[in-house]
Each structure stands twice: as C-alpha cells, then as structure tokens.
C-alpha cells in the first residue's frame, strides 16, 4: 500500500478504466479496520461490516491514509491482507466488499467478483504469465484406490485437484491432510499418497465458483453445489490456507505423470510414473 498505488489507481478510476481497476486491485493489499482492543489482543477480530441498502458490506480500504480519511479516523488500527486471503476466509456469499467506502475513488465489489479476482481460472493464468509454462496439479490418492490406479491401464480422474505450488511449502502428511481438509487419506502409518501431473486441456480444470446451496450459488454466480464444508469461492475450505483447488470430471492425466509418497518424517519418495504412449504405470524403487 502506499500513495504511488492510490494516484495509479486514482487515474484509472478518472479515465473510466475499470478493467485496470480491477487488475490494481487484484494484487493490491488492503487494510481491514480493527478495533484496538482487537489489535492488542484484548478481544477477538472481527470482521469490520456496514449495513447498508439491505446488505452486509466488508470495509477495506487501500492504504493507511485510505482508512483514516474514509473511515472517520474511529481507529488507527487495521490489518493488511490481500483479496487471495480475503477469499479464503469469506465469511458470506451474500455479502458485499466495499473498497474505499466514503472516498472518490471506490468500488463495491459482489463476493463472485472477490473469488475471480483472488482466483483466476488456469487459463485465465496461463494467459497472465505465458512464460511461467502450465503448472502442475496435484491429488490427494486414498490408499484404497492405489493398487486399482497402478493396474488400471489409463488414468483419469475426477473430483477436486489443487494448484501443487501451492503447498510446496507443506512437508506434513498430517498437515497437508489437514489443509485440505482431507484427513482420512492418510494411511495407517501417516503418510500420503500423491498424483502429479501437467494437465492439458485447462478448460476442463474449472474453479469450483459456488456454495453450499443454490442461494449461495447465484450470490457468486457461481456452477456448482457442494456439501459443506465447500467454500465456493475457488479456494480449499480451510480459512487459514490460500490453496487453489479445481473440479474436474473424467480428465487424464498426461504422460510423465508421477506417484509421491510424503512420508511421516516429511521426506517425498517418488514411487510410480505414468507411460501416456502404453497407458500404464512403471513402480519406481525397490518394489520394482
């Protein structure tokens, strides 16, 4: 945050550019009022709201300055998070993000327009960054389903597959697990199974925009329904982690594709890799 970021996007609002609006603000950090019993610890943060036109409006604003000028200087405290965070901990679909409320330069923001900025599609990334090549995608296997996918000819798979760069950083099976809020994919002896691949064909990976009932669909204009604990806003239902997650429907995994082991003592052992030219597994390691 800082006064360059607020002239630029000061001069895209004036010139009606709202598409680079968008993209500033896509990448921007905002600050979140907070009481100062909250910035001490004294009470629990909450997240800062206005009623306004029969709806809920989450307040965040785009620098420090933003926030005393809008806000009314009721408080110097705040917290910085970005829309990525702000998508992963949403608290309603039905609520509404107000950026900037009270200044010249603002935006009221629907929640589906939080989930698309913080979480574009795969192509949609693709077609950011061309350079930084398709990435690879990844899925928790139950042990249950091991021995089918090694003896089953060709691979494909449905459900959800999430962004492997995104817990790059998570060397924990329970964590991970936990993360993904996929506990019971850990075997006996606390490991877990994963599935890695290039995928080809983006437009099949789709980011998962929806609820948890046909209500909460519609307010992100979203496509899908889901059990909680989805989350539908392209993010793994877990407030405390920003995991990119995809639902796919019969896809293959493409040749290269690879099985890892993420062992109890958070060491990875590469055990299969997928021939796309025979359509089959060859076990890597001792087993072998």
């Not at 036109?53 to 110097?76: C, K, N, Q, V």
């Not at 993360?179 to 075997?187: K, M």
């Not at 691949?197 to 789709?206: I, N, Q, S, T």
């Amino acid at each position: 945050m800082s006064d360059s970021f607020d002239e630029r996007l000061r001069a895209a609002f004036e010139e009606g550019r709202t598409a680079l609006c968008l993209a500033l603000l896509k990448d921007a950090d905002l600050a979140l009022p907070m009481s100062r019993a909250a910035f001490e610890g004294a009470e629990p943060i909450v997240w800062p709201t206005v009623e306004a036109d029969g709806r809920t409006w989450l307040l965040a604003y785009t620098s420090p300055e933003a926030m005393a000028s809008g806000f009314g200087h009721i408080t110097e405290h705040f917290r910085i998070t970005s829309m990525v965070e702000l998508a992963a901990g949403w608290p309603d679909p039905h609520w509404g993000l107000a950026i900037n409320p009270g200044l010249p330069v603002g935006f009221n923001l629907e929640s589906g327009t939080v989930a698309r900025l913080a979480v574009p599609t795969l192509v949609q990334d693709l077609a950011l960054a061309p350079e930084s090549g398709v990435p690879v995608v990844q899925k928790l296997l139950h042990p249950a389903e091991i021995q089918d996918l090694l003896l089953g000819g060709e691979t494909r798979v449905s459900g959800y597959v999430h962004h492997a760069l995104d817990v790059s950083h998570i060397a924990t099976p329970a964590v991970l697990a936990e993360a993904l809020a996929q506990p019971d994919f850990l075997t006996p002896d606390g490991s877990l199974n994963l599935l890695r691949w290039r995928p080809v064909g983006l437009e099949m990976y789709r980011t998962p925009y929806g609820g948890t009932d046909e209500a909460r669909r519609e307010a992100v204009a979203g496509w899908v329904v889901e059990e909680p604990p989805f989350v539908g806003l392209g993010l793994v239902p877990n407030p405390d982690q920003a995991i990119r997650e995809y639902k796919v429907y019969g896809v293959a995994v493409t040749h290269a594709a690879e099985i890892w082991e993420l062992t109890d003592a958070g060491t990875e052992v590469r055990r299969a890799v997928y021939h796309g030219d025979v359509r089959r597994w060859f076990a890597i390691g001792p087993a072998a």
